[in-house]
């Protein structure tokens, strides 16, 4: 079974920036990979994906701030996070599919592989 594992998350004034990472136990370039977040009371909400040829969509609330990327050699997603804002702040998912899809795959039921998440905290 293919292991994420996040890591990069912590704590950071509004405005600034932090760069997440999700690191693979297998190869995974032929994988649509996705960052998704939490915040506490709130549904597990869409932020970004990259499908494996490498082009990106985003979710509305993040665009122009957030940017997905990934490096197959090492197998490792990465999201940077610019200009952050107190409601960024939220458990932060790496996820991984590897079925046809249709569309953006921007639902959690899109993906099979999950990691452990990474929490980041944004204050003002």
């Known amino acids: 079974q293919v292991q994420l594992v996040e890591s990069g998350g912590g704590l950071v004034q509004a405005g600034g920036s932090l760069r997440l990472s999700c690191a693979a136990s297998?190869?995974?370039?032929?994988?649509?990979m996705g960052w998704f977040r939490q915040a506490p009371g709130k549904e597990r909400e869409f932020v970004a994906t990259?499908?494996?040829?490498?082009?990106?969509s985003y979710a509305d609330s993040v665009k122009g701030r957030f940017t997905i990327s990934r490096d197959n050699a090492k197998s490792t997603v990465y999201l940077q996070m610019n200009s952050l804002k107190p409601e960024d702040t939220a458990v932060y998912y790496c996820?991984?599919?590897?079925?046809?899809?249709?569309?953006?795959?921007?639902?959690?039921?899109?993906?099979?592989?999950w990691g452990q998440g990474t929490q980041v905290t944004v204050s003002s």
């Open positions: 996820a991984a599919g590897f079925r046809g899809r249709f569309g953006v795959p921007v639902s959690p039921h899109d993906y099979d592989y």
């Open positions: 990259i499908k494996s040829g490498g082009s990106t």
């Open positions: 297998g190869r995974i370039f032929t994988y649509y």
